[in-house]
C-alpha cells in the first residue's frame, strides 16, 4: 500500500522569511514518481513538480527548491523568501510508474500562510 | 475554453434531490478523474475514465454515479445524497493510459453543499 504523510497541517511564516514543507513517503514500489502541487483559495491545484525515484538530484525553480532523499523516503520542499501570493494548500502526492492509471496518492496537505 | 473547466462552481442541493456535475478538458487528453475534497481529509479520488472506460471505482457509494460519453467529457451524476457528501468535487485530465502520469490538470471544483 502507498501513504504519503505531510505531517505539519499549517505553517505562518512573515513575508521573506524561507518555509520547508516536509513530506514523508511509503511504497513498496521500486520505481514510482513524486508530485508537488498548489491549491491556492481559488481552489484548482496547481502542478509544481515531477520527479523520477531513480533521479535523486536536487531541484532549484526560482524561489522553489526540492529536497529528495530516496534513503529517508522525503520529498521536502522550501520556498525561499516567501511571498503573500505563496499562501496555499501544498499537496504532496505519490505515483506508481507501472499499471498506475495515471492514480495519484495525495497527502493530506500544509497550509501556508505569508502574511506581509 | 482553455484547460479543464466545471460547472456548476456552486451547487446548494437537498437530499432527495438529483443533480449533475460537469467537467469538460480541451486538452485531448484521454484519461479523466473525479476527486472529493472533504474538509480536514486528503483528496479523495474516486473515479477514473481512460479512453471512456471506467478503470477505478474507489468504493464509491452508488449514489454517486459516473458518466464519460466520451474522453471529453465526464459527468457526476448525483442523488439521495448525505450531509456528509459536502465537498469540493474536483476534477482532472492526463493523456491517459496504464503509465504514470507526467502532471493531472485540475479543473476549479464545484462546491457543494448537501442540507
Known amino acids: 500500500a502507498q501513504k504519503v504523510t505531510q505531517a505539519q497541517t499549517e505553517i505562518s511564516v512573515v513575508e521573506k522569511e524561507d518555509v520547508t514543507l516536509d513530506c514523508v513517503y511509503e511504497t513498496r514500489d521500486t520505481t514510482y514518481y513524486l508530485f508537488w502541487y498548489k491549491q491556492p483559495p481559488s481552489g484548482e491545484l496547481v502542478f509544481l513538480i515531477r520527479r523520477n525515484s531513480f533521479d535523486e538530484q536536487n531541484e532549484i525553480s526560482g524561489r522553489y527548491s526540492w529536497n529528495f532523499q530516496k534513503s529517508t523516503s522525503s520529498f521536502n520542499f522550501t520556498i525561499t523568501a516567501s511571498q503573500v501570493v505563496d499562501s496555499a494548500v501544498y499537496f504532496c502526492?505519490?505515483?506508481?510508474?507501472?499499471?498506475?492509471?495515471?492514480?495519484?496518492?495525495f497527502g493530506a496537505g500544509t497550509q501556508v500562510v505569508v502574511t506581509p | 475554453e482553455t484547460g479543464v473547466t466545471q460547472t456548476p462552481r456552486h451547487l446548494v442541493m437537498g437530499m432527495t434531490n438529483k443533480k449533475s456535475l460537469k467537467c469538460e478538458q480541451h486538452?485531448?487528453?484521454?484519461?479523466m478523474y473525479w476527486y472529493k475534497q472533504s474538509a480536514k481529509k486528503p483528496l479523495e479520488l474516486m473515479f477514473v475514465y481512460n479512453f471512456k472506460e471506467q478503470t477505478e471505482n474507489n468504493s464509491v457509494p452508488s449514489r454517486f454515479s459516473p458518466e464519460c460519453p466520451n474522453s471529453s467529457h465526464l459527468f457526476l451524476h448525483l442523488h439521495t445524497l448525505q450531509p456528509e457528501d459536502s465537498a469540493l468535487y474536483l476534477c482532472a485530465s492526463t493523456p491517459g493510459g496504464r503509465g504514470p502520469v507526467n502532471e493531472q490538470f485540475f479543473g476549479p471544483g464545484t462546491r457543494l453543499t448537501v442540507l
Open positions: 486538452l485531448g487528453h484521454n484519461a
Open positions: 502526492a505519490l505515483s506508481p510508474t507501472t499499471d498506475s492509471w495515471g492514480k495519484l496518492q
